[in-house]
């Protein structure tokens, strides 16, 4: 596939999945009430129309900030904006503390240099940039030819939790950072994969290299022989390349 092809593909299953979600996210706020903000409203403690999680009007809910700005969405543009020490004294300054750090301190940093920007259309933009980034590097790096990439983005943007790598939560940017680790894993030459090892003074255990699973064994066990002919004194350099050879005919060695 070409990257034009790659491009398109991604493009057109992220488009399409998103616009389906905020329907059925409009339809989902204009429908049904948020009970919380009811029960308070009737409680007298807060008017209903006065937070944007309870919706009354179909205008209303055609705002995606009125859909999706809300749960763990909410203590992250407190982090993004106050940071975890604001407040660390009061138990709400204090359930900062469980949620991690990088999302939110990634769009807060683009929050201080442009700070009259919406913390929830500038966290939106971003992870739809990082859910767009790792499925641009899934299609091109983690599977081959149009027909598995189809399904692949298939599965991942209609999935249930597909909702969430849109709006301000963490999911995003974990999915790229995690895709990126497989591609890196994927493109490593392990014979300096090997050479990390000796140079961190690593033991030479099969136990240690458990990335042979995405590249295949045989690799693995050809580095590891020649670094222990190379690195290691020549009696017990030749007994370890020895082992090292009985174990690659072992289909259960690895």
Request: proline fraction near 4%; hydrophobic fraction near 50%.
């Amino acid at each position: 596939m070409s990257g034009r092809s790659h491009a398109s593909i991604v493009l057109r299953w992220f488009l399409a999945s998103r616009l389906a979600i905020y329907a059925i996210g409009v339809i989902g706020v204009a429908t049904f009430a948020n009970l919380r903000w009811v029960a308070l409203e009737q409680s007298g403690e807060s008017p209903l129309n006065a937070h944007p999680g309870a919706v009354i009007n179909n205008t209303t809910a055609l705002n995606p900030e009125s859909v999706w700005q809300k749960w763990d969405a909410v203590a992250y543009e407190r982090i993004a904006r106050e940071g975890y020490a604001h407040e660390a004294g009061d138990i709400k300054g204090q359930e900062k503390a469980g949620y991690f750090p990088l999302y939110p301190l990634t769009v807060g940093a683009v929050l201080r240099v442009a700070p009259s920007l919406s913390f929830f259309w500038t966290a939106s933009v971003l992870s739809s940039l990082f859910t767009v980034a790792a499925l641009l590097l899934i299609v091109t790096h983690l599977v081959s030819g149009t027909e598995l990439a189809e399904r692949v983005m298939a599965i991942m943007m209609t999935s249930a939790g597909s909702f969430y790598l849109s709006i301000p939560y963490t999911e995003s940017l974990f999915l790229l950072l995690v895709v990126a680790t497989l591609v890196a894993t994927r493109r490593r030459h392990y014979e300096l994969a090997a050479e990390e090892l000796e140079r961190h003074h690593a033991r030479l255990h099969h136990d240690d290299l458990r990335v042979t699973f995405f590249k295949g064994r045989h690799h693995a066990y050809d580095a590891l022989v020649r670094l222990s002919l190379d690195r290691m004194p020549q009696e017990e350099g030749i007994a370890s390349a020895f082992a090292w050879c009985e174990r690659a005919r072992s289909p259960t060695a690895i």
